[in-house]
């Protein structure tokens, strides 16, 4: 079994063309907007949200501005920890390698556990460590 873990502080983060790569093995098409610091999205068309922008994904064309409240979330792409077991993610990363696959706060590492094995990640500052469950008292 394979795992998506952090190796750097700051977080788990993933690249503007890890997501690129992820929704194009999910076959969907990915809209990327930027924060303007304000109640809009900015639409950009490059891929490269810069590095002081949050970046946001979505599987629909809002068009080149979209505010706040007009959002579906439905539509909105958001890997994070929770996708860290997601087969075509841990295959994106993979592929891409860390540095590729690692958005500006992370350090993303593929780990290999055995299957079914109960395990618990410990973060500290962004950094994670998987462990083997064991009871605890």
């Known amino acids: 079994m394979k795992v998506i873990l952090n190796k750097c502080y700051g977080g788990f983060d993933v690249s503007d063309e890890c997501y690129g790569l992820y929704?194009?093995?999910?076959?969907?098409?990915?809209?990327?907007?930027v924060?303007?610091?304000g109640m809009n999205l900015k639409k950009i068309s490059d891929g490269n949200t810069g590095m002081?922008?949050?970046?946001?994904?979505?599987?629909?064309?809002y068009g080149e501005f979209l505010h706040r409240d007009d959002i579906d979330w439905d539509?909105?792409?958001y890997l994070g920890r929770e996708h860290r077991e997601d087969p075509?993610?841990?295959?994106?990363?993979e592929e891409?390698?860390?540095?590729?696959a690692s958005g500006r706060f992370g350090e993303l590492v593929v780990v290999d556990i055995p299957d079914g094995m109960d395990?618990?990640?410990?973060?500290?500052?962004g950094i994670?460590?998987?462990h083997q469950r064991v009871e605890e008292w």
């Not at 929704?23 to 907007?33: I, S, T």
């Open 23 to 33: 929704a194009k093995k999910k076959g969907v098409k990915l809209f990327r907007y």
């Open 119 to 125: 395990y618990v990640i410990d973060e500290y500052d």
């Open 75 to 77: 539509d909105y792409i």
């Open 128 to 130: 994670e460590t998987l």
């Open 96 to 100: 891409l390698g860390t540095e590729r």
């Open 88 to 93: 075509i993610l841990i295959e994106c990363v």
């Open 52 to 61: 002081n922008s949050i970046a946001y994904y979505f599987v629909r064309d």
């Open 35 to 37: 924060d303007d610091y």
